[in-house]
């Protein structure tokens, strides 16, 4: 067993189609980004002096503070987002039936409502009923709430995915279904798990800018500094496609790692059924 396929290879035609679709698309993109940049320099929004300001020294360690603002918001909310999947997880797989519907009526709850109307509530209801703190740390809790229910079903399908063998082989030894969980299934399932786990780190990433704007007062982050700095300058167009480069650079960075440790696990997964196949072929001979 050489190799695991996933589909059919695409024949002559299809083949053909493709590169011909590939080849349409490309040209449509760079004539949209020819028209773009005709048009800005028709504005006069091309003239180096209004990019130059967003890097000169000062202005651009104010922006990079904005950026350590909002990796600082994003860090600390999906740690606390892989506590409380792994939690969450834990509860949609327990045997006992009350503990199961209350985590999946939590986990159903923040994954339906939309995170613009966390952050809102987490804002005003927090502060007003409960406690008094900084918009980071409301957006923080927001934040954490919503990957959260997502995470939690990120691992239990990762749990899921193991299959049930090795959950009747943990209890065949004397284990109970909560050590099984706990010791054999969840470390297994979280090395297949790391890449969704750094692509929703990216989605968390992007949606931290919303503290900026939904939030009052606004999270000092990338994004409101660049507006800040946009309209000290008078130049916002170009403070905020500078701004956009610097969170789409961060994500593809992230992104690639994913990618990269997704196609090492594949490689992994491949090398283990060459291996089983030939000790499988070897066993019949």
Not at 133 to 143: D, G, N, P, T
Not at 242 to 257: C, E, P
């Amino acid at each position: 067993m050489s190799e695991i396929v996933l589909g059919d290879d695409l024949g002559p035609r299809g083949q053909r189609r493709v590169l011909i679709a590939t080849i349409v698309s490309g040209i449509a993109m760079a004539l949209a980004a020819v028209w773009m940049v005709k048009r800005f320099g028709d504005r006069g929004q091309l003239e180096w002096k209004l990019w130059k300001s967003v890097f000169t020294g000062s202005t651009f360690r104010y922006l990079l503070t904005g950026l350590r603002n909002t990796l600082t918001v994003s860090l600390v909310a999906m740690a606390l987002a892989l506590a409380l999947g792994a939690l969450g997880g834990f509860g949609r797989l327990d045997s006992n039936r009350v503990v199961r519907g209350i985590s999946i009526a939590i986990i159903e709850l923040f994954r339906a409502t939309p995170l613009v109307l966390l952050i809102y509530f987490a804002g005003v209801a927090v502060p007003r009923y409960a406690f008094d703190l900084s918009s980071y740390w409301y957006l923080v809790i927001a934040l954490a709430l919503y990957n959260g229910s997502v995470i939690a079903e990120v691992f239990r399908a990762g749990i899921r995915a193991l299959g049930a063998g090795q959950m009747e082989a943990g209890l065949a030894i004397g284990l109970t279904q909560k050590q099984t969980l706990r010791l054999i299934l969840f470390p297994q399932a979280v090395r297949t798990m790391v890449p969704a786990i750094i692509n929703q780190l990216v989605t968390l990433l992007k949606d931290s800018s919303l503290g900026a704007l939904v939030l009052l007062p606004a999270v000092d982050d990338l994004l409101r500094r660049g507006r800040q700095i946009g309209e000290f300058n008078r130049n916002p167009l170009q403070a905020l496609l500078i701004t956009g480069l610097v969170y789409v650079l961060i994500n593809f960075v992230l992104s690639s790692i994913a990618r990269r440790i997704e196609t090492r696990q594949s490689r992994r997964q491949i090398a283990h059924a060459d291996r089983m196949w030939t000790a499988a072929q070897l066993d019949a001979a």
